[in-house]
């Protein structure tokens, strides 16, 4: 007696449902038309990277001066408070570091800085007319093709205006970057441009005028109080008012001497102003790999979509 053997089994190969190997012989036959739309893709990549301003990053880190970092520390009790709480001492009080670091993007170190001609025509070079000596609108495509589509909407479109006090605070907001680290006292102010000279000379400009500005507010607000102070003790028979005014007097004496040294006031550099050797944007290979990815997704779509033409 013999068994009957089963010859149907199944193949691996049969086993693959039609449309997928209707989707991979369609690809077979049309790996042309992938490889196409990646050069083509390749292509605007190239293209894009041989036209577009490549951009430097120049940096400045900043610490604490040591005199703003004096008046920081004379909290007493409310300081052991914070510790307690899990604030830091430097989050607390209006140091001339903290304001060093808030006044970047300040309307009064804008002003100051617009002060300087060559620096406003240098920051604003497009619509700087070194010919002519004069400010004028830059033709711009994508400039033009959004107040059309503002117009359209029935939205404001903005007007040009030549750069002032007001544009330079905005490009202050926009180009100038701020990163602080909590776990150390060290800030970095970045800038990126297309002229790494002038990316150096702009940080070292601001350092200059924000803690110039921070030292003359001191310097303004320290006279009026000794001032104040000065006229206050003829005034006071009381020991201990008397005590009190002379301790206090003494602190802003000791305040306007350290406002007064040309060192430093706010913050100080740690390091030289630098800027990087090589463009940080854009970047070529990943620019490059996303064009390649971006193509294949592309082409093998369009391989598949285009229907095929029948006989």
């Not at 190969?13 to 196409?36: M, S, Y």
């Not at 944007?281 to 490059?288: C, E, Y």
Request: proline content about 6%; glycine content about 6%.
């Amino acid at each position: 007696m013999t068994l009957a053997t089963n010859d149907t089994s199944a193949d691996p190969a049969d086993e693959t449902p039609k449309w997928v190997a209707g989707a991979l012989a369609t690809l077979r036959a049309r790996i042309w038309l992938v490889a196409l739309v990646m050069a083509l893709c390749l292509a605007a990549a190239v293209i894009y990277l041989r036209n577009a301003d490549y951009t430097y990053t120049a940096a400045l880190r900043i610490a604490p001066a040591p005199a703003s970092a004096r008046e920081s520390t004379g909290l007493g009790a409310l300081g052991n408070l914070a510790s307690l709480t899990g604030v830091t001492l430097e989050s607390l009080p209006a140091t001339p570091f903290r304001l060093y670091v808030e006044g970047v993007s300040s309307r009064e170190v804008a002003v100051r800085l617009a002060n300087d001609p060559e620096l406003m025509h240098r920051a604003f070079a497009r619509e700087w007319d070194a010919r002519n000596r004069r400010w004028d609108e830059p033709a711009s495509l994508t400039t033009g093709l959004r107040n059309a589509v503002l117009g359209l909407v029935g939205a404001p479109v903005p007007r040009w205006s030549a750069p002032d006090a007001a544009r330079l605070q905005s490009f202050l907001a926009t180009r100038i970057g701020v990163n602080q680290n909590p776990k150390t006292p060290l800030v970095t102010i970045s800038m990126d441009t297309t002229d790494r000279q002038f990316g150096i000379k702009f940080l070292t400009r601001l350092n200059t005028t924000i803690d110039t500005w921070l030292r003359e507010k001191t310097l303004a607000r320290t006279n009026q109080n000794i001032a104040y102070l000065t006229g206050r003790l003829p005034g006071v028979t009381q020991a201990d008012h008397r005590q009190a005014l002379f301790a206090t007097l003494s602190a802003q004496e000791q305040r306007l001497m350290m406002a007064r040294n040309p060192a430093a006031f706010a913050a100080e550099t740690f390091g030289q102003i630098g800027a990087s050797s090589t463009p940080t944007s854009p970047r070529q290979v990943p620019i490059l790999t996303l064009a390649l990815a971006l193509g294949l997704i592309f082409g093998l779509v369009l391989a598949l979509v285009i229907p095929r033409k029948t006989a």
